[in-house]
């Protein structure tokens, strides 16, 4: 796995991936983050990745300008993970925040908005409507802010009123939705 461009583009994340988690696959994320650039300018902008396992997509978003990531997953393992991939990219601590917590129970009590949001779960942890829920009770998002949210390609999510679909993209078993405040 590498980060794709920026700053830290071609660069090898760590390679030792416990089983138990499915980072975004170099060429889906390559194909995200294209989307992404055409919907909001990265210079700058704050991130929540949820989910965060590896932490790819929130090393990805700083690589390309972010000014800050939030990044959130309850496993110890990520959580380890992700902090050898930051030292490895010497990364500023300023740049970014890790907490080991559930998704839930962040997204209830964070008081921070962010431009962008990465939401990542396992494939068979069915949480879409409860994250967006709080999305939408609380304003995590930023009002011109991008929530993307990953699932298998064979899955489908209901939009609740709150959010507006930007659009859908599928790169092979993965389909991502691009969703924001109406």
């Known amino acids: 796995m590498r980060i794709i461009s920026g700053i830290y583009g071609g660069l090898q994340l760590v390679s030792k991936i416990p089983p138990n988690i499915r980072p975004t696959t170099d060429i889906s994320r390559e194909s995200l983050f294209n989307v992404i650039t055409n919907l909001i300018d990265f210079e ?32 110890a393992q990520s959580i380890s993970l992700i902090k050898s991939n ?9 740049n970014y925040n890790i907490q080991q917590k559930d998704v839930l129970k962040f997204l209830s009590s964070e008081q921070n908005k962010f431009d962008l949001i990465f939401a990542d779960p396992p494939y068979d942890l069915n949480v879409f409507s409860q994250i ?17 949210y990953e699932l298998r390609a064979s899955m489908n999510i209901f939009i609740p009123n709150g959010l507006n679909l930007i659009k859908t993209k599928e790169f092979g078993e993965t389909k991502f939705y691009f969703l924001k405040y109406p």
Not at 86 to 94: A, E, G, T
Request: charged letters at 20%.
């Open 44 to 75: 700058g902008v704050r991130v929540l990745d949820l989910f965060a396992g590896t932490g790819a997509l929130g090393i990805e978003a700083i690589s390309r300008g972010a000014a800050f990531v939030q990044f959130v997953d309850k496993s």
């Open 86 to 94: 930051l030292q490895k990219f010497q990364i500023n601590p300023q």
């Open 132 to 148: 967006a829920d709080i999305l939408i009770q609380k304003k995590v998002l930023m009002d011109s802010g991008i929530f993307v």
